[in-house]
């Protein structure tokens, strides 16, 4: 359902409220194709195109017509309900060819570790029984048909990356067609050549969730024994790029209160990647303690938060805030200026 809403009237001529993924973006999720994967807002909308995919042939005249409703409702200010407060919703001259150059693959969700805070974790066996489908040849014939374009963000989500038997393929083909904005989020335990390949290149930024400055702390959250393998990931990652690529790999820490939400821990992690070459360090924390304990956040991570960035700049990292955490510090803020 599409609603008007005035703060999404545009008042510049040919201009209109939109965002990247409606207009050009394409999503692979398990059994269905949608053109977002931004469900975090309180529309919590994927915009679906279709259920009950596993890897048929597409009609891509009736995506690009799907679009084409989205685009023409909010020309007029109307905002479909599950796009509300997105904040990917952009006010601008909008590209209105039929192409897609920001591609989410998030069709699987076997992975090589076990995360305490996963979402898989509340049911394991339904999410790794689960079987994917090929993308691959898709992606191919998306390309050949001009669908496909080079400048947006490749994006990989779903389950651990590597262990995606199509992964290797899939980086490759990228690369060898000159495709760079590939982002990257991995657990780190099975090193990836093509990633390595990407990287050195300056066209891919990868993340490594070590979560931890130690094998200890790190086996209570991945509930696996493999710390070492890991680090040594993040160390080749970071030492077999040139000296610009480092910058494009980064190590994140998820604070998991009660588990690693302390100094010590935190700085084992930041000087773990310091003496393993690394430039960009990732804060971000758990999403279900985040979601219940919003707007009541114990102050010792505040200080927390403080000090990563401290230590980070005397450390010379690119630091990251991701979205939760940008937010907790955002609502702080709103709370100080309320009791003045």
């Known amino acids: 359902m ?26 692979f999720f398990k059994y269905k194709l949608s053109m977002c994967c931004n469900c975090g807002h309180e529309g919590s909308s994927e915009a679906i195109i279709r259920n009950n995919f ?30 509300l407060s997105c904040p990917y919703l952009e006010e601008k001259k909008w590209d209105s060819a039929k192409y897609i150059d920001n591609l989410y693959i998030s069709h699987w969700n076997e992975c090589n570790s076990k995360c305490i805070y996963c979402f898989s974790a509340a049911n394991p066996k339904e999410f790794n029984e689960r079987k994917s489908y090929n993308v691959l040849p898709i992606v191919k014939e998306m390309y050949e048909k001009g669908i496909l374009r080079t400048g947006g963000i490749i994006s990989f989500g779903g389950g651990e990356p590597t262990v995606l038997e ?61 710390y070492d393998e890991v680090r040594e990931t993040i160390r080749k990652y970071a030492l077999q790029t040139t000296f610009l690529g480092r ?12 588990i690693n939400d302390n100094i010590e821990e935190l700085d084992k992690w930041l000087q773990a990647n310091y ?11 758990e999403e279900n303690w985040y979601l219940k304990n919003r707007g009541n956040i114990p102050n010792h ?25 940008q937010n907790v510090l955002d609502d702080r803020k709103k709370k100080k200026l309320l009791k003045v």
């Open 166 to 226: 199509e992964f290797e393929e899939l980086i490759t083909f990228f690369l060898d067609n000159y495709f760079w904005g590939i982002r990257v989020h991995s657990s780190g335990i099975k090193y990836s050549p093509a990633l390595a390949r990407a990287i050195n290149e300056i066209r891919a930024y990868v993340v490594v969730s070590a979560d931890s400055g130690s094998r200890e702390t790190y086996k209570k959250i991945k509930q696996v024994d493999k």
């Open 301 to 325: 991570i505040f200080k927390l938060i403080e000090y990563a960035k401290k230590r980070a700049k005397k450390l010379n990292f690119n630091f990251e805030l991701y979205e939760r955490i």
């Open 247 to 258: 910058g494009l790999v980064g190590a994140k820490y998820i604070i998991i209160p009660g």
């Open 275 to 285: 003496d393993a070459g690394l430039y960009t360090a990732v804060l971000d924390i």
């Open 2 to 27: 599409f609603v008007y809403n005035e703060k999404y009237k545009s008042k510049k001529e040919g201009y209109y409220y939109s965002c990247p993924w409606i207009e050009h973006g394409l999503v």
């Open 54 to 83: 596993t890897g048929q042939s597409i009609d891509w005249e009736r995506i690009f017509k799907i679009k084409e409703i989205y685009r023409k409702y909010h020309k007029k200010g109307k905002i479909h309900n599950g796009c």
